[in-house]
């Protein structure tokens, strides 16, 4: 089995900085994908931020130039780095990844349990 789990995230006043970060472990072959998404309260879950293993970052366009994605592949982790939080980017942040599990013929999609990341005065 795989799991991810997160850290950091908290709460910060707004144009603040925060970082999270998530590690797979368990029985992690390969990981192709992995990324960011954040739930506000009564929304549906978004798109954050995106890497692939090789480096190749998407990020929605509410964060563009704000947040920074990246990831250590020795240590199956994924950061966000958020700079100039702002009051709507305020949510439960989940970790994301896309895993070739070992012994597993196929690639399956895993979550974090969430982080909240809150940005108030």
């Known amino acids: 089995q795989v799991q991810l789990v997160e850290s950091g995230g908290g709460l910060v006043q707004p144009g603040g900085s925060l970082s999270v970060s998530c590690a797979a472990s368990?029985?992690?072959?390969?990981?192709?994908?992995m990324g960011w998404y954040r739930q506000a309260p009564g929304k549906q879950r978004e798109l954050v931020a995106t890497i692939t293993r090789g480096g190749s970052t998407n990020y929605a366009d509410s964060v563009k130039g704000r947040f920074t994605i990246s990831r250590d592949n020795a240590k199956n982790t994924v950061y966000l780095r958020m700079n100039s939080l702002l009051p709507e980017d305020t949510a439960v942040y989940y970790c994301?990844?896309?895993?070739?599990?070992?012994?597993?013929?196929?690639?399956?999609?895993?979550w974090g349990q969430g982080t909240q990341v809150t940005a108030s005065s």
């Open positions: 368990g029985s992690v072959f390969s990981i192709n994908a």
């Open positions: 994301y990844a896309r895993v070739l599990g070992a012994g597993s013929p196929r690639w399956e999609d895993y």
